[in-house]
């Protein structure tokens, strides 16, 4: 019989190359994952690893059982969650990953809707950028995650993932109102001017972009560079609020989401509307979209969605 705990090692392998990450992802030691594997290839009664130098790589027949994995899992939580429905009464930690701006404008009015209906359950927020999300999930560090998407960085299918579209937000430029040139005229009888237009407007100005290998980062340096140029960023900054600043302070430009625009917009910013969007979804593993815990948070996140996003929800 084969063991479930070594499968979702053998899984975790498929997806993160090495064994290395595996052990660190997990908080086993490289010799113990190694251990455990061998033990899954004596019960599988044939290879599932080959050795390439000082790395592994799966069998075909260890890529076909990864498959089997990932269903024996989603069936697993499939149960796990009908055994809570069963029990009835919410109770015990339900660990959530979310990003800052997210954070800070929907969680919190969904946690308090979420103690007065279900006063037994303890959610616990991690910020956790949405390139980390699909590990954390996997490897059962988070139960629920909110992750986002743009239209030049496209959510990749996750194996052992499902999601559920939440919320669209439009996308703007930020520059210094001070000195800034006069917008770019769109083509006669248009709205205004094309997206590409108004960023190679900024094609040699400085950029404020998110930390190397965020999707925020990805975003504005594709979005750039499908108007026909790679900006020269000159800060990496996380927080949309402290991009602001520094654009009001004539650092450079940002492209930045709605929920970064927080309050009244400083007069020294000036703002101008992106075509591109940011799509937020809600992330769980496979089969634990109708775990009672997983489907209540979801329930107080769309209810907490600004009024001024429910409009272009995604999905409707």
Known sequence: MLDVRRLRLLRELARRGTIAAVAEALSFSPSAVSQQLSVLEREAGLPLLERTGRGVRLTPAGQNLVGHAEAVLERLERADADLAEARGGLAGALRIGAF?????AIVPAALTALARRHPGLEPMVSETDPAAVAHALRAGDLDVALVHAYDFVPAEPEPGLATEPLYVEAMYLAEPAAGAPAPPRGPAGSDGPDQGTVLRTHARAPWIAATPGTLCHAMTVRA???????????????????VLALVAAGQGVAVVPQLGVTGPTDPAVRLTRLLMERRTNLAFRSGAGAHPAVAAFGTALRAAVPPDLAGSRAGT
């Open 100 to 104: 800052p701006t997210a954070t800070r």
């Open 224 to 242: 750039c560079q499908a108007a026909g140029f790679t900006p020269r960023v000159r800060h990496q900054v996380d927080e949309f609020a402290t």
